[in-house]
C-alpha cells in the first residue's frame, strides 16, 4: 500500500481492494485495542492471577525450607517433634484450654502492668 499524495495535498480515490485491506487492518487493530483495554479493566481477574502467583511462590518457599530444615535437623530432633505433633493432634481439647488459660492470664497481667 503505497501513500500517493498529489502536490495539492489530497490523496487520491483508493482501489475497492485497497480500502477493504485498509478497513480489516483497522479492524484488527481496533480488536486488540479494545481486548487490551478490556484485560487492563477487569481488576477482579488481575487479583485473582496475582493472589494465584503469590500462592504458588509461597508454596515453593514452603518447599524449599522444610527441605532445608530437614536436612539440617538431627534425627532424634525430627522424630521427637513428629512425636510432640502427634500428642497434641490426640489430645486437641486440653491443648486448647492450656492456650486459653495461658492466654488469660497473660491478658490480665499485661492489664495490671499499665496501671
Known sequence: MKNRSHSNGFIPALSP?????????????LTRTVEALAGGADVKAQA???V?????????????AARMVKGRTPEPVLETAGQVATTARAN?????AFGAVLAVILWVRRGRGRK
Do not use: G, N, S, W
Open 52 to 64: 494465584a502467583h503469590a500462592m504458588d511462590a509461597a508454596a515453593t518457599v514452603k518447599e524449599q
Open 48 to 50: 485473582k492471577e496475582t
Open 17 to 29: 481492494e485497497e480500502l477493504r485491506h485498509r478497513m480489516e487492518h483497522t479492524r484488527a487493530e
Open 92 to 96: 486437641r481439647i486440653p491443648l486448647i
